[in-house]
């Protein structure tokens, strides 16, 4: 004859809670060493958020690594800069990176307030056609913009952190790659240090 079955007593509820608590840790942990875990790796304090790459060790000029632009014509960000004759502001962006779509309507602005002395150029990386175009309506940015398809361009800057920035003199010198988001102000004091434009 078998015998009765017992009930378990109940736990008390500091169990629980001490449960959750590790639970909601052991998350945290895993997010953070997905992320890269290294706070090297992320971007300078009051630059805001940022995902981050794989870094690719390229050799080439970024300047000198072709693009294909929205209507399938190939390009470079040398020729761009070439044929502005102006400092060029160029950012880095992506459908998928929440950060890089928050900070585009800052950037619409500052090339607004600059357009007579800076050139602007965002560049789609590792999107979607479509994803690129709609992020773009939706952000209402009016300055050019092309695809980095392949993520050749940010390898050849060394871009590890999306958005990222990156300031070019009229003469066509890389003067800085800046990680992390932008608001205006932080920007347009890039902008003014890098390019001796004051905004």
């Known amino acids: 004859m078998s015998e009765p079955s017992r009930s378990r007593p109940a736990l008390p509820w500091q169990a629980y809670v001490a449960a959750t608590v590790l639970a909601l840790t052991a998350a945290?942990?895993?997010?953070?060493?997905?992320?890269?875990?290294?706070?090297?790796?992320?971007p300078a304090p009051g630059d805001g958020p940022s995902v981050t790459l794989r870094d690719v060790q390229d050799d080439r000029d970024p300047l000198d690594v072709e693009y294909t632009d929205v209507d399938g014509t190939t390009g470079t960000i040398r020729d761009f800069v070439a044929e502005a004759g102006t400092p060029v502001v160029v950012n880095f962006f992506a459908s998928w990176c929440p950060p890089c779509v928050a900070e585009m309507p800052d950037f619409e602005?500052?090339?607004?307030?600059?357009?007579?002395?800076?050139t602007f150029l965002g560049i789609a990386v590792q999107d979607r056609p479509e994803?690129?175009?709609?992020?773009?309506?939706?952000?209402?940015?009016?300055?050019?913009?092309?695809?980095?398809?392949?993520?050749d361009i940010v390898g050849a800057a060394g871009v590890i952190q999306m958005p990222s920035t990156?300031?070019?003199?009229?003469?066509g010198t890389v003067e800085k790659v800046q990680g992390?988001?932008?608001e205006v102000d932080r920007l347009r004091e890039?902008?003014?240090?890098h390019l001796g434009v004051a905004g």
Do not use: H, N
């Not at 602005?109 to 800076?118: K, N, Y």
């Not at 990156?166 to 003469?171: K, L, R």
């Not at 890039?190 to 240090?193: A, G, M, P, S, V």
């Open 28 to 42: 945290a942990m895993v997010l953070v060493f997905a992320s890269g875990g290294d706070s090297d790796s992320g």
């Open 109 to 118: 602005a500052v090339s607004q307030g600059l357009a007579d002395d800076v």
């Open 131 to 151: 994803d690129a175009d709609r992020i773009v309506e939706s952000t209402g940015i009016t300055y050019d913009w092309t695809r980095d398809i392949s993520g």
């Open 166 to 171: 990156m300031f070019v003199s009229a003469d």
């Open 180 to 182: 992390g988001a932008l």
């Open 190 to 193: 890039l902008i003014d240090e």
